[in-house]
């Protein structure tokens, strides 16, 4: 009997997950100011809830189908491709909270308004341009948001919120259609190696409720022990100083290998490297050492010659900024390489997209064919705004597709149009504010620290 992973049980229990993740991160960031949880594409919030269902839910369900004798299939312990399907729901809306678009929205579109103050000149510069669409203006509801006291003003950011929603829509629609248009490509042709999509792999590989196979070697359980034991240790440590922890961990220090390099932090005990590495394959981590290598050396180098671009202005990028420009270009070459690579496949995909040009042969014709009209009706729609001179001037351009994707095609074309202007506008306005959100921080100190908004 085929594993049917995608079950009411499993989506059921994947949303119950992401409502747990999603209060728990927001919970310890904002209320504890704990350490931040969902920072990584397996979040270690994730993790826990998928190692509590293998090793203790499932075992339940297991042992409870046992006793029944199987009369209660919805008893019967998850299947793994029941387990995947939580995961797969949990890998994307854990993230939801605290970081990317939803961490930072609000309090990017709540600024202008807020922190505009005589000295920055924002009310003269900035709120001539910024609609109530896509900001809200009422004072009194940003100082709720900012301040509390008072309930949500709903009808103050419910149109903004909106707006930004489509736009938000529109960028996973995009991306989920980019999913499909690659995926044949890296998991048949390229067979590509997902070292992270491994662990969930190996860890619901169970029998009848049982745990994975891997959990009963001495070896799983001496590691897991040694790890645990050091993160207890050194967690009495962080609450009695006086009481002394293990200095190699998590790091032993930072070490330069010459006076101009720049330095790494020595963590022999990494243990997500560790983990990383174990399932990555090899020229994957030779890739990994050999151009971290290359980036001390070159780094030493700069330094000692007096080159430099100035500073990088946040924490996410790279220092010195030289390398972290190179850094970007090295991924843009990458992603021309991997298409370029995908060339023969994108062609026969797209040529599906059209009927009478091309045969899907793995059953996946209008999903080729509705995700290629989607692309490339967003790309000419970009073409046409950049040929204008990035005003968001848009010619009207007649489509012609035929089949039944043209008719759908045909009817978005206008919430299409819709959605350009609002994120050429989105992307002019958001970036002016961000930029200058910084300038603000000092002189509305006495109001608010703007970090922690």
């Not at 005589?118 to 301040?147: C, I, K, Q």
Request: proline share 5%; aromatic share 14%.
């Amino acid at each position: 009997m085929p594993d049917r992973g995608l079950t009411l049980r499993a989506s059921a229990l994947g949303v119950i997950g992401v409502v747990f993740i999603n209060l728990w991160v927001t919970y310890a960031e904002n209320v504890v100011h704990a350490s931040r949880l969902n920072l990584s594409y397996f979040q270690i919030t994730l993790l826990a809830v998928l190692i509590a269902l293998v090793g203790g839910i499932n075992p339940m369900l297991g042992w409870a189908g046992r006793r029944t004798g199987g009369r209660y299939p919805w008893i019967a312990p998850l299947s793994q491709g029941e387990l995947l399907v939580v995961v797969a729901v949990g890998i994307v809306g854990g993230v939801v909270p605290t970081s990317g678009v939803t961490g930072f929205l609000l309090g990017v579109i709540a600024s202008p308004f807020y922190f505009a103050s005589p000295e920055n000149g924002w009310t003269d510069y900035y709120h001539p341009h910024l609609s109530s669409w896509l900001v809200p203006t009422d004072w009194e509801a940003l100082r709720r948001f900012f301040e509390g006291g008072g309930g949500i003003d709903w009808a103050a950011w419910a149109v903004p919120l909106a707006w930004w929603a489509a736009l938000v829509v529109a960028l996973v629609w995009t991306t989920a259609c980019a999913v499909v248009l690659l995926r044949k490509q890296w998991a048949e042709h390229e067979k590509l190696v997902f070292p992270l999509a491994a662990v969930a792999v190996e860890m619901t590989e169970s029998v009848d409720g049982r745990p994975p196979g891997f959990t009963r070697g001495r070896l799983f359980w001496g590691g897991a022990i040694f790890a645990f034991l050091l993160f207890a240790w050194n967690l009495v440590s962080w609450f009695i100083p006086a009481f002394p922890g293990v200095s190699a961990f998590p790091h032993a220090g930072y070490y330069r290998f010459l006076t101009y390099s720049p330095g790494i932090y020595i963590q022999p005990f990494q243990f997500l490297t560790i983990g990383f590495a174990y399932f990555a394959n090899t020229e994957v981590l030779f890739s990994v050492w050999f151009f971290f290598l290359l980036h001390i050396v070159e780094g030493g180098i700069f330094n000692r010659i007096g080159y430099e671009i100035g500073a990088s202005v946040d924490s996410f990028s790279a220092d010195p900024a030289t390398e972290a420009w190179q850094g970007f270009g090295a991924l843009g070459f990458m992603v021309a390489w991997r298409l370029w690579v995908a060339r023969h496949h994108l062609r026969d995909v797209f040529r599906q997209a059209w009927p009478g040009q091309g045969k899907a042969d793995d059953g996946r014709r209008g999903q080729h064919g509705i995700a290629g009209h989607a692309g490339v009706h967003r790309l000419g729609m970009q073409g046409h705004a950049d040929a204008g001179g990035g005003r968001g001037a848009l010619p009207e351009v007649e489509t012609a597709v035929p089949g039944p994707a043209g008719g759908l095609h045909r009817r978005g074309d206008g919430l299409f149009r819709r959605g350009h202007d609002l994120v050429q506008r989105a992307g002019a306005y958001g970036t002016l504010v961000v930029k200058n959100q910084l300038s603000a921080i000092s002189d509305q100190r006495s109001k608010i620290d703007f970090a922690d908004c």
